[in-house]
């Protein structure tokens, strides 16, 4: 157990914030390097490279053996901030008590990595047939630019990939993604004693969010999976901003929406068949519209249920492959991939909450867990 307790308090104590508030927002490369000595130590190859125009964010692959093929698991190396005036603890020394391990980034997710050192102990020097491959990303709590840029540059190829985010030991294939959407309307102020002498944005608004709405109804005709708690896409309509006073015609209205994707639906797509339904709405009054992502989409991810890796990983839980309702990386590493799992020792419930934690009591199981997969996928 020596070797998972050390490497995991360095990461706790090594702080790797990714925040869209760049006031907040570290460099992950002081994990990244921690992790690359640690795998280098037990015969790993690293690869660290930067990722394209996020300064400071670093990717790393860590390789034990050759070939094509191989178990990719994956995690990310950054935490979300911290309230610290909400902490018992110190979200930056692990903390070994009431059988939990505390500290920001123990279940989301350093501690997997942790897992994976010590998992893999009984492998180092052993003739494996395919690659064990540990990837560890970059901004997965913010942008997923760091999963992005690998899926862009097509490595690591494996042929099964585990990631570990905090799922409470069960095998998940699908999860929903997410869309977050900026629509913009631009009319005419003007006195609104007489409406000829401007165009309302925010007549044009409601019109179009009338549309949305019957859109959303036909989407949720079209998609439909009773995999999820909520079986059906979502649309909803979060924010909204317009006019200035009340004798005014409003000139400008902007509204923000989300959209939850299911599988077999595509962002762009999607954003296409919503701009040709509010194009002839806002252009018949004369005025006009912006529809644009607030920040880039991450697309559904769904991986075959009766996959091998799904179906190993559900015999080995206990629990049926099932759906959550959070983003992960899993869509982008599922393009590299044939067949990915998201499947942690984390809860989720205790992601991103003061006093993170990760239970004593599922290190065992994950380090089997682990071990398993290592066993049929690499070394058999
Ligand atoms: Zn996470």
Redo the contacts with the bound molecule.
């Keep these: 157990m020596l070797l998972f307790k050390s490497l995991l308090k360095e990461l706790i104590s090594t702080p790797s914030i990714s925040c869209t508030n760049k006031k907040l927002d570290l460099s992950n490369k002081p994990v990244i390097d921690l992790l690359a000595t640690a795998f280098e130590e037990m015969g790993f190859h690293c690869d660290i490279s930067p990722v394209n125009g996020e300064e400071g964010k670093f990717n790393l692959i860590a390789t034990l053996g050759t070939g094509p093929g191989g178990l990719v698991l994956a995690?990310?190396t950054d935490?979300v901030p911290y309230d610290l005036n909400r902490w018992q603890h110190d979200p930056f020394k692990l903390t070994e008590q009431d059988n939990r391990f505390y500290g920001l980034g123990t279940c989301?997710?350093k501690g997997f990595f942790a897992l994976v050192l010590e998992a893999v102990k009984p492998f180092i020097g052993k003739p494996l047939k395919q690659p064990i491959i540990v990837l560890a990303t970059a901004d997965?709590?913010t942008t997923m630019s760091g999963a992005r840029a690998l899926a862009e540059a097509g490595k690591p190829k494996g042929r099964y990939a585990l990631v570990g985010?905090?799922t409470g030991m069960r095998p998940v294939h699908m999860h929903k993604g997410i869309m977050l959407e900026r629509l913009q309307i631009t009319g005419k102020s003007g006195h609104s004693s007489n409406p000829a002498l401007g165009l309302n944005a925010m007549e044009g608004m409601h019109e179009a969010m009338g549309e949305l709405l019957k859109l959303r109804g036909e989407l949720q005709q079209r998609y439909q999976n009773p995999g999820f708690s909520v079986p059906v896409p979502t649309i909803n309509l979060g924010c909204i901003h317009g006019g200035d006073n009340p004798n005014r015609i409003c000139g400008q209205c902007m509204l923000e929406y989300d959209v939850r994707m299911m599988p077999g639906m595509e962002a762009e797509a999607v954003r296409q068949e919503m701009r040709q339904r509010i194009a002839p709405l806002i252009e018949s009054r004369g005025m006009q519209f912006d529809l644009y992502p607030v920040s880039e989409s991450v697309e559904a991810f769904h991986s075959d249920i009766n996959g091998e890796l799904v179906q190993t990983c559900a015999r080995l839980t206990g629990y049926d492959p099932e759906s959550v309702a959070?983003a992960?990386e899993a869509p982008f590493i599922n393009q590299l991939c044939g067949e990915t799992v998201v499947l942690g020792p984390g809860d989720i419930d205790q992601?991103h909450q003061p006093d993170e934690y990760l239970s004593l009591d599922r290190i065992d199981p994950m380090i089997s867990l682990l071990r398993e997969l290592m066993k049929r996928f690499c070394l058999e």
């Design positions: 995690g990310h935490t989301d997710m997965e709590e985010e905090p959070f992960t992601a």
